[in-house]
C-alpha cells in the first residue's frame, strides 16, 4: 500500500550548521511533494512544494530535492536557528495526500 | 487573509456526549480536508470535500463520525457518541483552485479533544 517513511524520528543540530531531513516514498506515480513545518501546538505551516518534473527547488533558506529514481525527498535548511526547532512532514500527493511520520528537529544552542 | 479558522481550539468532554467541529476554509478554495493527528499514527485524512461535495471519506473511522459542508466557507465535523479513543488533535485543511496554488493545503491551527 501507499506509505510514506522518514529516516529519523529526531534530528539534532548545532545552531548555524545546515540541516538535512529525509523522506521515502513508494508510489512511482506520485506527482506533486510538499514539506510542512509544525510547531508545538500549531498546525502544520507550509514550508516549501515541489513537482515531479523537477530535482530541486529553493526557498528562503531551504531547498527540496527530489530523486525520482529512488524515490527519495529531502529538504535541506540552511544555517539553522533556534526557531527551526519543529516538527518537519513530507506530503506526497498521488490520488491523495500521504503525510510521512514526521521528523523532529532540535536546534542546539 | 485570516488562513483556515477552527473552533473550538479545545475541546473537553465526557464519554458518550456529542462533539462538533468547525472549519471556515480561506475565501475562494474549494476543497476542504478534515484530519486527526495522533503520536501513535501521525496525521490521517478523515475526509475531503470538493466543491462542497464528500469526494473521500474512506478515513472516516465508523459511523460516529459525519462531516457536512452546507456552503463554500463552512463545514463541521461531528463525532456522536464520543470515546476516548476519539482524543486526538483535528485539522481541517483547504486548497485552493488557482493556477498557482492548485495542490497546496493550507492548515488551520487545530482543535484538541479530549473525551474522559
Known amino acids: 500500500g501507499e506509505s510514506v517513511g522518514l529516516h529519523l524520528p529526531t534530528l539534532s543540530v548545532q545552531e548555524g550548521d545546515n540541516s538535512i531531513i529525509n523522506c521515502a516514498y513508494s508510489n512511482s506515480a506520485s506527482d506533486y511533494f510538499i514539506w510542512y513545518k509544525q510547531e508545538s501546538g500549531k498546525g502544520p505551516q507550509f514550508i516549501i512544494d515541489?513537482?515531479?518534473?523537477?530535482d530541486k527547488r529553493q526557498g528562503q533558506r531551504v531547498t527540496v530535492l527530489l530523486n525520482k529514481t529512488v524515490k527519495h525527498l529531502s529538504l535541506q535548511i540552511a544555517a539553522t536557528q533556534p526557531g527551526d526547532s519543529a516538527v518537519y512532514f513530507c506530503a506526497v500527493l498521488t490520488y491523495k495526500y500521504i503525510f510521512g511520520t514526521g521528523t523532529r528537529l532540535k536546534v542546539l544552542a | 487573509d485570516a488562513g483556515v479558522i477552527q473552533s473550538p481550539r479545545h475541546e473537553v468532554t465526557e464519554m458518550g456526549q456529542e462533539v462538533t467541529l468547525r472549519c471556515k476554509p480561506i475565501s475562494g478554495h474549494n476543497s476542504l480536508f478534515w484530519y486527526r493527528q495522533t503520536m501513535m499514527r501521525g496525521l490521517e485524512l478523515l475526509i475531503y470535500f470538493n466543491n462542497n461535495v464528500p469526494i473521500d471519506d474512506s478515513g472516516m473511522p465508523e459511523d460516529r463520525f459525519s462531516a457536512k459542508m452546507p456552503n463554500a466557507s463552512f463545514s463541521t465535523l461531528k463525532i456522536q457518541p464520543s470515546e476516548p479513543r476519539d482524543s486526538a488533535v483535528y485539522f481541517c485543511a483547504s486548497r485552493g483552485n488557482g493556477v498557482s496554488d492548485t495542490d497546496t493545503q493550507y492548515f488551520g491551527p487545530g482543535t484538541r479533544l479530549t473525551v474522559l
Open positions: 515541489i513537482r515531479s518534473n523537477m
